[in-house]
């Protein structure tokens, strides 16, 4: 069981029988009662967000959450196609419960799903990626200011601020958090 104490970002909880995650809190402490924190909570399964107030020393359950190896074979309408390494069965997640991560695939490529009751709910991406530059515009010449960026197109097809140095077909890493570019591969 977990506690008000145990909140933070991130936290994965099980609240009325449904699966949450923890997106912002706020320990709070009035004058008179007793203490509480505030929330905000992501429904793991259709991306809603509600605003939930615990009291302290509340306890709530750990939702059962598992953890498996998965290939992203595709992309269909609104959403993505995963396959289990283990059985071959497929799964399709709805892009909103992917919150951007979707950005920063490549087809064929692996990643850990969490699954809950056979439903994959999110998936779990490296700090940073490598990608390749597929469109930008070239640097002009004497176009030289401290920290000047362009915007390039990367095949997973989202578009990172870069340095003006880099080329079309150049390898770059990018932060999967931030969005941001962090330097050549």
């Known amino acids: 069981m977990l506690s008000t104490s145990d909140i933070k970002n991130g936290l ?9 995650e923890v997106v912002d809190f706020l320990h709070s402490k009035s004058g008179r009662g007793g203490a509480f924190v505030k929330t905000k909570l992501k429904h793991l399964l259709n991306g809603s967000v509600l605003e939930y107030t615990f009291r302290s020393g509340e306890k709530f359950k750990k939702p059962d959450l598992e953890s498996k190896e998965m290939q992203y074979i595709y992309k269909e309408d609104n959403a993505l196609v995963f396959m289990d390494m283990d059985n ?14 979707e950005d920063f695939l490549k087809e064929g490529e692996q ?8 439903q994959v709910v999110d998936i779990n991406l490296a700090a940073s990626v490598t990608l390749q530059v597929v469109e930008t515009e070239p640097g002009v010449k004497g176009n030289t200011v401290s920290g000047a960026t362009k915007p390039a197109k990367v095949e997973s097809g989202v578009s990172i601020s870069v340095p003006l140095f880099v080329e079309q077909g150049d390898e770059i890493k990018v932060d999967t958090r931030t969005r941001e570019y962090i330097g050549r591969a």
């Open 111 to 118: 990643v850990k799903a969490v699954v809950y009751k056979e």
């Open 88 to 101: 071959y069965e497929q799964f399709f997640v709805p892009l909103e419960n992917l919150g951007g991560k």
């Open 12 to 20: 994965k909880i099980e609240l009325e029988g449904e699966p949450y």
